[in-house]
């Protein structure tokens, strides 16, 4: 399961204020529900 | 267009074609030419991929469904960030270790040839079929648009990808596609403040988005959960998830996109990218499509967007007919343009229920105005019964040409170009790649040098451009079968993420049940699709749920069957 191990070790790629590629996945899941509840927000005000 | 607009045009377009020439010169072997040495950073991926992604029609049909359908569209990417996770988990950190130069050579390793070469094929006849409708389709439109032949338009963008993708390889796709892409985000937020600002004066965005929501064109979520219905929530999330994985992860013009990264990080960067760029880039090509509409409810629109149909139309003993229906509409529009003005008047005051009176004339007029256009397509179809009853794909570039200013004209033509020779550049890129890798180098000539294998790339570059040329030539004479090929990688993308599926996570699994599970597996998806049994969005999904039940079973009657063997021996 190298791939596991990949995700956890410190990365140099990686940007400076993430701490983890784990912490990148849930930020682009927390972006993904935040955008999600934005349009449901604009289809509720402009329908 | 105007002088200006060409001279925008062929400079945009060549500035990109020798910039991508100059910055991958100097090619000698296939790891340079097919990988690009596995050097490029991580925004270069990034812009590289979602060029791969975003085909002309992208821009072109995109601003167009929301003008005819709304924003719900945009719910058809949601799947896409949590497939990008997956993807920089498992397939990512794989595919660079071992040190692939496709996907499917993957496959060999965990399972065996056949395997590998039955994905490998798949995807050949996929990405073969439909890159030509990918160039077929803008061909067709800018060729109405411009009044030039499909012929010179499809040539003239098939041959300059041919030459830039043949001289520098993946690098020259990668490089025009970052300046693409830059050049593409740039213009269309330039139309979009123009369409804008053409608004009348003191409408103002509020109320221009109320305006379209009023008429149901903001309907950006729906919840409601309907197997059949293309876009809602759960079709883009859960449909969607399996369609970008499947693209991304198996589709060899995505996979030789990321793994041109500098290391897995550079890859993993770039797809996050991808997945955090990709929604909002979408809602605002939409939100454009949705200032159109705005404007068009103050502008008097074509009856029938398709200008080249509507010609046709006036040369036939229907023109009479038709010149009727014309003349009906454009006195409904000044209908509706009364009713969208009060409208606006209305939610000015903030009153609703002069707010309510106004959306139900509103609705009236819109309605009369859709009833008559609706008269104008039957006339049309009754002159030409082949004739192309959905003009959405022709509703942004008639606003971009009769209303744009000069030289923005010639841009916004040359985005639609760019957007095309990018999709194609990649496709013929994976093309040449799985050719020479998966079957020449491994099954023909193991034994070659780096000159010949560098000669095969170039090789497979041209004869796969001039497939594409013949095919998008060709697809006008295919009728309803354009549809289908349109759908084509729904119908193969289920099983190849599949197969990969349990390549990554069922290990017990070996190569024999896993090809009988793709072959199976494929035979009941075309049936589906053929039969039209589930919306196509979602045969990816069943796709690959079915190769890995199949093979989880076929390997456990497989296991029962060989010490029973042994013991007969």
Same mark, same amino acid.
């Given at each position: 399961m190298y791939w596991l191990k990949a995700v956890s070790r410190p990365e140099p790629d990686l940007p400076p204020f993430i701490s983890s590629w784990n912490r990148f996945y849930v930020i682009v899941m927390a972006w993904l529900v935040l955008l999600i509840f934005v349009f449901w927000l604009i289809t509720k005000h402009f329908e | 267009?105007?002088?200006?607009?060409?001279?925008?045009?062929?400079?945009?377009?060549?500035?990109?074609?020798?910039?991508?020439?100059?910055?991958?010169?100097?090619?000698?072997?296939?790891?340079?030419?097919?990988?690009?040495?596995?050097?490029?950073?991580?925004?270069?991926?990034? #812009?590289?991929?979602?060029?791969?992604?975003?085909? @002309?029609?992208? =821009? *072109?049909?995109?601003? +167009?469904?929301?003008?005819?359908?709304?924003?719900?569209?945009?719910?058809?990417?949601?799947?896409?960030?949590?497939?990008?996770?997956?993807?920089?988990?498992?397939?990512?950190?794989?595919?660079?270790?071992?040190?692939?130069?496709?996907?499917?050579?993957?496959?060999?390793?965990? #399972?065996?040839?056949?395997?590998?070469?039955?994905? @490998?094929?798949? =995807? *050949?006849?996929?990405? +073969?079929?439909?890159?030509g409708i990918t160039i077929y389709a803008p061909a067709l439109i800018l060729s109405a648009i411009l009044h030039i032949n499909i012929t010179y338009t499809t040539l003239f963008i098939g041959g300059l990808v041919i030459c830039y993708t043949v001289y520098g390889g993946t690098k020259a796709v990668s490089y025009t596609q970052l300046l693409q892409m830059s050049i593409i985000f740039a213009g269309l937020f330039l139309a979009g403040f123009v369409g804008y600002s053409l608004l009348p004066h003191g409408t103002g965005l509020s109320n221009t988005l109320h305006l379209a929501g009023k008429l149901g064109r903001m309907n950006v979520i729906d919840w409601k959960f309907d197997p059949n219905n293309r876009y809602n929530i759960w079709s883009g999330v859960i449909g969607g998830f399996f369609l970008q994985l499947s693209y991304f992860g198996t589709d060899q013009s995505q996979v030789g996109r990321y793994l041109t990264g500098s290391s897995i990080g550079q890859s993993r960067l770039g797809l996050i990218m991808n997945g955090l760029v990709k929604i909002p880039m979408q809602f605002l090509i939409l939100m454009i499509g949705i200032l159109v509409f705005a404007f068009y409810q103050f502008n008097q629109p074509p009856v029938f967007f398709n200008n080249y149909a509507v010609e046709q139309v006036k040369q036939s003993p229907y023109a009479g007919e038709f010149n009727q229906a014309e003349q009906e509409y454009n006195a409904a529009f000044v209908i509706r343009k009364n009713a969208a003005e009060n409208m606006i008047t209305a939610l000015n005051t903030k009153d609703d229920g002069r707010i309510n009176l106004a959306q139900m004339q509103l609705k009236a007029a819109n309605g009369q105005a859709n009833t008559i256009r609706q008269k104008a397509i039957a006339v049309l179809q009754k002159a030409d019964p082949k004739t192309d009853v959905n003009d959405t794909n022709y509703v942004f570039l008639t606003f971009v040409t009769h209303y744009l200013p000069k030289g923005l004209i010639g841009l916004l033509i040359a985005i639609i170009f760019l957007a095309s020779m990018g999709s194609m550049a990649s496709a013929l890129n994976s093309l040449a790649s799985t050719t020479v890798v998966d079957i020449y180098k491994r099954m023909i000539n193991p034994n070659a040098s780096e000159k010949n294998y560098m000669l095969a790339s170039r090789g497979a570059t041209v004869l796969w451009g001039l497939v594409c040329i013949g095919m998008a030539l060709y697809a006008g004479h295919l009728g309803n079968l354009l549809e289908a090929v349109n759908q084509l990688g729904s119908y193969i993308y289920g099983t190849i993420l599949g197969v990969f599926v349990v390549a990554f996570y069922v290990k017990h699994v070996q190569g024999r049940a896993v090809f009988i599970a793709a072959v199976i597996t494929e035979v009941i998806i075309l049936i589906m699709g053929y039969r039209n049994m589930v919306a196509y969005l979602w045969l990816n999904a069943i796709g690959c749920v079915l190769v890995i039940g199949i093979a989880v079973v076929v390997e456990a009657i497989e296991k029962q069957s060989r010490p029973l063997k042994s013991r007969e021996i």
């Open positions: - | 267009m105007s002088l200006t607009d060409w001279i925008v045009l062929a400079a945009t377009i060549l500035t990109i074609v020798i910039y991508g020439v100059w910055k991958s010169r100097g090619s000698k072997n296939i790891n340079n030419y097919l990988l690009g040495d596995q050097s490029l950073p991580w925004y270069t991926v990034g #812009f590289s991929v979602m060029a791969t992604q975003a085909s @002309a029609i992208t =821009f *072109l049909s995109a601003p +167009g469904q929301a003008y005819s359908d709304g924003m719900r569209f945009v719910q058809f990417y949601f799947g896409l960030p949590l497939a990008m996770i997956v993807l920089c988990i498992t397939f990512v950190p794989i595919f660079h270790k071992l040190k692939v130069f496709t996907a499917y050579e993957y496959l060999e390793q965990r #399972f065996d040839l056949k395997t590998r070469a039955l994905t @490998a094929f798949l =995807f *050949l006849i996929q990405r +073969g079929l439909s890159t």
